[in-house]
């Protein structure tokens, strides 16, 4: 037998059953009748296809199934209220009512309502559920998890529509991340801890865009003062991480601290996106000509190279309708210096020129 004639066929066979798959994957999609995204669908089912290979284990398929189900059902959950800040809030399913970590993280809750956010807890008891009370039914989303110790949802948003039941850690904290515009974080006991550290190395990494970060309790706690005992000793003095990792996040006991941390990160900054190697920061207001020579100054070293520019919206972003009204800044960005983009976001909200009356943004 000539293997080389054998192999060559197997290959026809191969590329003739692609392009069979491929124009029956487009026939769907075009019966299914999308009119937006048609690349990223066929992706989707492309991928999904790969999965009918005999050799791909069942336990895989129930696993990528679920998370795709999971995903799909909160998607469509949180689509209408994209455009509203959100805080998740998390912290101990043991803090009991009587407990002054419970009624901090309600007051909170409760005082960013009044703000005009909305809040995401895990929906169980404890801390997640001081947030959901404070901030009523009708201002929050619950994304529960499914424990075999627990029972469920808590009776303050309990068959709410904004509830969403997960199966598996890692969609319910890709849900948490996604859909959030700022993240206060509660004592609690190893998944707490573990949130925490995951939000902060998606954040450090730049994997998850910048946002309020911040280690809450209650007046005269120590917990989150323990905590950084350990992270200046074991991390930041063995050279772990950056100093300038710090700015990420901010420790308080201070109500007022906590609220004005979350709701004046979005005074004047809207969001970021990268277009090509250019990171772009929008915001409301543009700084003035002065205004952008001391930002250079205080922050051009976080550039791989040229400058932090003014720029008028791109042609990715018209295209995409994306931000249309914002004003810009760009730089090429080092992908390391996030403690110091983080303090960039500060200048851009600090600008002298934005004291003529801008309010704080709300939406």
């Known amino acids: 037998m000539n293997t080389t004639l ?4 197997r290959f026809k ?26 690349d990223l669908i066929f992706q ?5 296809v790969n999965f009918a290979d005999e050799e791909t284990d069942r336990l895989d398929i129930k696993i990528a199934s679920s998370a795709l189900a999971e995903l799909s059902n ?8 994209r455009n509203q800040h959100k805080l998740t809030i998390f912290g101990s399913a043991r803090t009991t009512k009587d407990d002054a970590d419970y009624r901090a993280a309600h007051d909170l809750a409760q005082a960013m309502v009044e703000n005009g956010w909305m809040i995401i807890t895990g929906a169980g008891p404890g801390i997640m559920e001081a947030g959901i009370e404070g901030a009523g039914r009708e201002n929050s989303f619950g994304v529960n998890i499914k424990l075999p110790f627990e029972g469920g949802a808590n009776l303050f948003i309990a068959q709410d529509p904004k509830l969403v039941e997960m199966k598996y850690f890692f969609t319910r904290k890709l849900i948490f991340m ?48 323990h905590w950084l005992d350990y992270v200046n000793k074991q991390l930041f003095e063995r050279g772990m991480v950056s100093p300038q990792d710090s700015a990420l996040y901010l420790i308080t006991d201070s109500h007022e601290k906590a609220v004005d941390e979350i709701v004046s990160f979005y005074r004047n900054y809207h969001s970021m996106r990268w277009v090509g190697n250019l990171l772009i920061l929008r915001m409301r207001s543009a700084p003035s000509k002065s205004e952008m020579k001391a930002i250079n100054r205080d922050f051009g070293h976080i550039c791989q190279s040229g400058t932090i520019e003014s720029i008028p919206i791109t042609g990715t972003e018209k295209g995409e309708k994306d931000g249309l009204d914002l004003a810009r800044v760009a730089l090429r960005f080092d992908k390391s210096s996030h403690g110091e983009l983080r303090n960039l976001v ?18």
């Open 6 to 9: 054998t192999q060559d066929s």
């Open 13 to 38: 066979n191969s590329m003739h059953q692609s392009t069979l798959l491929h124009d029956e994957i487009v026939a769907l999609i075009d019966k299914l009748g999308p009119k937006k995204n048609r």
């Open 44 to 48: 989707l089912l492309s991928v999904c």
């Open 74 to 81: 909160a998607f469509s959950t949180f689509r209408a209220y």
């Open 178 to 225: 996604k859909e959030s515009h700022a993240f206060l974080i509660l004592p609690g006991g190893f998944g707490t801890l573990d949130e925490a550290f995951e939000l902060l190395t998606l954040v450090q990494t730049g994997k998850s865009p910048l946002a309020p970060i911040v280690f809450y309790e209650a007046k005269g706690g120590n917990y989150w003062n």
């Open 346 to 363: 500060n200048a851009l909200n600090g600008l002298s020129s934005l004291e003529i009356n801008l309010p704080i943004q709300t939406r």
